[in-house]
């Protein structure tokens, strides 16, 4: 209560006492309005500016980010707006030691490496996301992006050591809105998102939220376009002050040109143009269609303990034809390519029961966290090359409209099956007012089975595994934090080799020592970290055969760093920089020992500044710049083909013309940086983006 409120209460009761004949005239007192609020962020909700302070992803807790033993970068969707992009991928720039790797096409987040080391899992609230071939999440309805450094297979199961991917999902607010935000770029890129968030009763018990875009982006690549509907309503309910219930779907139908890019002759740019699509215009889209349903319901069963039970549901199918890349001809100028049917499905189901608590035992503080998971997953996929007749196409010069493949069908037909069960346990403490940590453990078993329809075989494996993660947090002052952690990781390898054989599982085990500081009054924070990993039965792929190989072992080490902060009430910022010295220690003749990891380069770096107007007639509105850069690179596993380095400048500016109406410009790639931006090989090469822009026009409702 304000000292001003109380000084009114006091006069008033004086008031009273002294003067009974005013005390029977009064009926209605009138007194100062009290506002109460709260600085106070949810790991789950918004962040302001760029600087989150807490998260849930490293723990499954609530925790604050300065006490988590372990390196967490977190991007909040504002750096997404600011840069005016809709890419995961571009906000994974700002993590530190994150690179892009195959995309499979452009059909979705299909790998990218942390700290060097490559991985498709990818996690959306706590749930794996990326098992099959879903379509790359969309922007619509995320919150934030975590990253969460270092193995973390003791929390979230199967996975690399490298890092860990969580996408938080915005959630049902108690406050009102509606968003509506459209935009237009280059090479008729047209995209409209909505954002309605409703209570649905009086007491804001009920809420619901729906979010939605709709796209349709043709490309700088010729031929190249795609289009997708995204739609994800979610609803929460608060039963009664102890129980809530979240439940949260998408519905996703995305359409797009498989496109792996261009050749680079002799390991070179040369004199291919980064716009020249080497398929068939007529070959049509790969559609990709995804749902997914999921519901949390927690209960309080008391001041310390909480209980949790979660139930996720996905399922997806891709289906298309499209004529691919293959290895550049004697020629020089022409590659042959194969002309595939591609027929995918697949459905995954997920549970979770947790119980989190709060204990002492003597003067050490305890939050522990006991868990339980069972995984359902099964996929077909079958993809089918069609030969018969020549069908080459110059790289300089391409003509289209070859009459297709008509002959003989080979290819590959698999039913995949996996099931896993795992109980994991955790426990963060509190030691003194200085010292915390955190020790975790998951057993998990796993079962798989690939049946080989196309060669009437096959594969099964099953295995038992113990991960671990133990940290300890020193806060040397207020301001300042010591950690270190080490913790191991286990994933069984998908997929069989060239013998149609299972591979052994993936192991490994990472070591991580660091600090983080909280400078300008709280105002920006700052983690800095040394890491080593090392790994054993990495896959790559083998040119030779076109299909995955265990390489033996590989180690990754270096240091990251993360800025993130409000320097001052103008003026916000986020960056990042890494040095990764990943390579192979024991290869073999097609991948030798001392090979750099496929597309990880040994130094990157990025950053992001915005200055907002806080006064005058240009208040609330902003002016910024971005800074990427992004060293060489190996572009082919086991070759000397590498891909060169390259920096890319952008900028922005957004006008708030009312409280309701802001109108944006981004000018991406100011210099025309002509760069490569991901390879599998030299005849799948990605260039970058050339020099292009969005406007966009922001309404609130």
């Known amino acids: 209560m304000s000292s001003r409120t109380m000084a009114s209460l006091a006069g008033l009761a004086l008031g009273l006492l002294g003067d009974p004949v005013f005390a029977e005239e009064s009926q209605t007192v009138e007194l100062d309005a009290i506002s109460v609020t709260s600085d106070y962020e949810s790991p789950t909700g918004p962040v302001k500016g760029y600087r989150a302070t807490r998260s849930s992803s490293a723990t499954k807790t609530d925790t604050a980010i300065r006490d ?16 005016g992009s809709t890419s995961v991928e571009r906000a994974l720039e700002y993590a530190g030691g994150v690179s892009k790797q195959n995309n499979f096409g452009g059909l979705t987040l299909y790998e990218y490496s942390v700290r060097g080391f490559t991985t498709s899992e990818f996690y959306k609230d706590g749930f794996s996301a990326n098992r099959g071939y879903p379509s790359t999440p969309d922007v619509a309805n995320i919150e934030r992006i975590e990253v969460l450094k270092g193995p973390a297979a003791s929390l979230y199961g199967r996975g690399d050591p490298g890092g860990t991917v969580n996408i938080v999902t915005k959630k049902p607010q108690r406050e009102a809105f509606s968003t509506l935000q459209t935009s237009a770029g280059s090479w008729d890129r047209y995209r409209t998102a909505v954002d309605v968030n409703t209570p649905l009763d009086d007491d804001g018990n009920v809420l619901s939220r729906v979010n939605l875009a709709v796209e349709d982006n043709h490309s700088f690549r010729d031929h190249v376009d795609s289009q997708r509907v995204f739609v994800a309503p979610s609803f929460s309910w608060q039963l009664n002050p102890d129980t809530s219930l979240l439940v949260e779907s998408e519905f996703v139908r995305h359409s797009s040109t498989f496109d792996r890019g261009i050749v680079a002759p002799n390991n070179k740019w040369s004199d291919v143009s980064r716009s020249t699509f080497l398929g068939e215009p007529n070959d049509g889209n790969i559609d990709n269609h995804n749902n997914l349903l999921q519901a949390a319901l927690e209960h309080q069963l008391n001041d310390s303990w909480k209980l949790r039970l979660a139930s996720h549901y996905k399922e997806g199918k891709l289906w298309g034809f499209a004529s691919e890349n293959r290895p550049l001809n004697a020629d020089g100028h022409t590659i042959n390519r194969r002309y595939r049917e591609r027929d995918t499905n697949w459905h995954d189901s997920i549970t979770q029961l947790e119980l989190r608590g709060l204990f002492d035992i003597g003067s050490w503080q305890h939050e522990l966290l006991m868990g339980s998971e069972y995984e359902n997953f099964r996929k077909n996929e079958r993809v089918t090359t069609i030969a018969g007749g020549p069908y080459a196409i110059d790289i300089y010069r391409p003509i289209y409209g070859q009459p297709k493949p008509n002959g003989p069908r080979s290819g590959t037909d698999f039913f995949e099956h996996v099931e896993s069960q795992a109980l994991n346990l955790q426990d963060q403490i509190v030691f003194t007012d200085k010292l915390r940590g955190m020790i975790g453990a998951r057993f998990e078993h796993f079962e798989q089975s690939i049946d080989d329809r196309s060669r009437n075989a096959t594969s099964r494996q099953r295995h038992d595994a113990l991960t671990q993660r133990a940290g300890l947090l020193y806060q040397l002052t207020p301001e300042v934090g010591l950690f270190a952690n080490v913790s191991t990781s286990f994933k069984p390898n998908n997929g069989l080799d060239a013998a149609g054989k299972s591979f052994d599982p993936e192991e490994g085990v990472g070591y991580e020592v660091g600090i983080k500081s909280e400078l300008f009054d709280d105002r920006l924070s700052t983690t800095l970290a040394a890491f080593h990993i090392e790994k054993e039965n ?63 380069a040994k130094r990157s770096g990025s950053v992001l500044g915005v200055y907002e107007f806080q006064d005058g007639h240009l208040r609330g509105s902003d002016l910024g710049a971005a800074f990427t850069y992004v060293g060489d690179r190996s572009g082919e596993a086991g070759s000397d083909f590498e891909l060169p380095a390259y920096h890319t400048v952008d900028l922005l500016a957004h006008y708030k013309a009312s409280e ?14 002509k760069y490569f931006e991901r390879s599998y090989s030299n005849y799948w090469v990605n260039p970058g983006e050339p020099r292009n822009f969005t406007v966009s026009l922001t309404l609130n409702l």
């Open 68 to 83: 988590i033993p372990q390196s967490i970068s977190v991007i909040p969707v504002s750096v997404l707006k600011d840069l």
């Open 538 to 600: 990495v896959l790559a792929l083998d040119p030779s055969t076109d299909s995955s190989r265990a390489m033996g072992k590989a180690r990754s080490q270096g240091v990251d760093l993360q800025v993130t902060g409000q320097v001052t009430d103008a003026v916000r910022v986020i960056g990042a920089f890494a040095y990764i010295d990943a390579e192979v220690t024991q290869g073999d003749k097609v991948i030798p020992t001392g090979s750099r990891i496929l597309g990880v």
């Open 660 to 673: 309701n109406v802001t109108v944006g410009l981004n000018l991406n790639n100011l210099f025309d940086e």
